[in-house]
């Protein structure tokens, strides 16, 4: 087997680049695509970005080069090259195989390409080999949010406050596209990952923490979404900083934090609730022992460093084949829960809860110490309760709606809803903020868990303002929280949002 950061080799008939001629390709083929009428010698020189076919051609070659080095190296070694010594000797590999490319342009064309085209064409092809190709440029962007590509030339990108817009196409063909997703995947971290007919959808991390999801097979062509948490590593003080929360509710929250309440965040996609998430998480005492599961690594709590004992946990998926309905090698994060309790753990923090494993999840909250933490996806904070019964029920038949609501009574303490208003469309921004906070109180008459709105809107603000009093407004106290603070009713907000269009505002 190729080693991991290797990619798809050459085809059995490419030799080494020599003279005029790569892998049956003539240097004429490697032309920019528009014509001039210029006479040969006054050329002009290859243009200033690389050209995709010669650096996909290129990445081949050297791909197949790197796979015969490395495979000698590590008969030498007895042991497998790591990933610095593979990008190392790919790096000179690439060198070595532009420098014969531009020769042999300049010998054809009579104008040799600059210093700089060389540059660019060895960096396209070092993409293609070790990171995301042409897909590269935007996930070097720190300011885009969301790229969504709906087949090759079919790319839009996000950025912060801006709406959407289209950009040039990450490859040639769904096919080259779907060659890339899998170099993606064959060089991920985590465990067997995928793209195939037979395992067609494919989830992992990117290098920076960034999220993608792809899907090809079920869908006409290949679809792919990338998700950048903007916000790395804040803390409370930097969600004040970023108008997603005041300072009353920023020392709330951490008194809930500090109290060992069990704390639900809630939100569509894209609010920043995992940025809130891990927000929280740094008013955990930073020598408590604690575990995070994630299907994807994305809160990255064992790396910031403020908690000294985190045990991280990533869900594997399995390898496409099916055994007894389910894919072989897969593990879930409810079949990571059980372990994860066997770890002398004092809080468990689920990036997402997204299915059944809403119900060990409930069950740790239970049970164990409490201050333990999860997000999930829902539209308003009031649609909460019903959605974790939905997920209760994918637990099995012995489930049942008044058992799911009891056990979320006496699980959770606190929902902590996000919203989002976006207002590109008419020249404003987004605005990402708390909204409300529900106290979880037992259960209600009705047989449902009952609530309490301790932050909420007010008025023609839709930011979180104090509410009522929390019923553990004590526990709170007792760990240093001023009650005082609830007294606000515009909690600690300087003005209102600043929204292009108000609630109740005259047209």
């Keep these: 087997m190729p080693p991991s950061d290797s990619v ?23 032309q920019p695509s528009v ?25 081949r070659q050297v ?14 070694r007895g042991t497998a090259a790591d990933p610095a010594t593979r990008r190392q000797r790919g790096r000179a590999l690439i060198e070595d195989a532009v420098a014969r490319w531009s020769d042999a342009y300049a010998l054809t064309h009579g104008v040799p390409p600059t210093r700089e085209q060389d540059r660019a064409l060895a960096e396209a092809v070092y993409d293609l080999l070790f990171r ?20 090759c030339d079919d790319v839009w990108i996000s950025r912060a406050h801006q709406p959407l817009r289209q950009v040039p196409p990450v490859a040639d063909s769904d096919e080259e596209l779907v060659e890339l997703l899998q170099d993606l995947a064959r060089r991920h971290g985590g465990g067997e990952r995928s793209l195939s007919t037979s395992s067609p959808t494919l989830a992992l991390r990117l290098e920076g923490g ?39 509710l920023a020392a709330f929250l951490a008194a809930a934090i500090r109290a060992r309440k069990n704390v639900m965040i809630t939100g569509t996609q894209g ?21 995070t599961l994630e299907s994807e690594y994305e809160l990255w709590l064992h790396t910031l460093g403020h908690l000294r004992q985190v045990v991280p946990m990533e869900a594997r998926e399995g390898n496409g084949e099916r055994v007894d309905g389910r894919s072989a090698g897969e593990l879930t994060i409810g079949e990571l ?17 997204r299915s059944a494993e809403v119900v060990p999840m409930l069950r740790v909250m239970t049970n164990g110490e409490g201050g333990s933490m999860c997000t999930l996806h829902a539209r308003t904070p009031h649609m909460v309760i ?62 449902r868990p009952a609530l309490n709105n301790i932050f909420g809107p007010s008025g023609g603000e839709p930011r979180a303002v104090p509410q009522t009093p929390p019923a553990c407004l004590d526990d709170l106290r007792r760990v240093g929280f001023d009650a005082r603070l609830l007294g606000s009713p515009q909690g600690s907000w300087a003005r209102p949002l600043d929204l292009r269009i108000r609630t109740g505002a005259p047209w």
Excluded at 272 to 291: C, H, N, Q, W
Excluded at 430 to 441: A, T
Aim: charged share 20%; hydrophobic share 45%; glycine share 8%.
């Design 132 to 151: 995301a190709g042409r897909l590269q440029p935007y996930l070097d962007d720190p300011e885009i949010e969301n790229i969504l590509v709906n087949g």
């Design 271 to 291: 609010v920043g609730k995992t940025s809130l998430l891990r927000a929280m998480a740094g008013e955990i005492p930073p020598d408590e022992r604690v575990g």
């Design 63 to 76: 791909a197949s080069e790197l796979h015969e080095q490395l495979a000698l190296l590590d008969d030498q």
């Design 386 to 447: 019903d959605r974790i019964a939905e997920l209760c029920l994918e637990y099995g038949a012995q489930m049942t709606d008044t058992l799911a609501y009891r056990l979320t009574a006496n699980a959770l303490d606190f929902v902590v809803h996000v919203t989002m208003v976006d207002e590109t469309a008419v020249g404003g921004r987004r605005h990402r903020f708390v909204s409300n906070v529900l106290e979880v109180v037992g259960m209600g008459e009705s047989g």
């Design 35 to 59: 014509q001039t009428s210029a006479p040969p010698q006054a050329a002009a020189a290859p243009p200033a970005t690389a050209d995709p076919q010669i650096a996909r051609a290129l990445k």
């Design 210 to 248: 960034m999220r993608l999801q792809a899907l090809t097979g079920v869908t006409p062509r290949p679809y792919v979404a990338i998700r950048r948490h903007r916000v790395a590593s804040a803390t409370l003080g930097d969600m004040v900083a970023l108008g997603t929360i005041d300072s009353t």
């Design 337 to 353: 829960i059980p372990a994860a309790l066997r770890m002398t753990l004092t809080r468990i923090i689920v990036g997402e809860v």
């Design 8 to 30: 798809v080799a050459a085809p059995p008939n490419g030799g080494a680049l020599s003279g005029a001629a790569l892998n049956g390709w003539s240097p004429a083929a490697f």
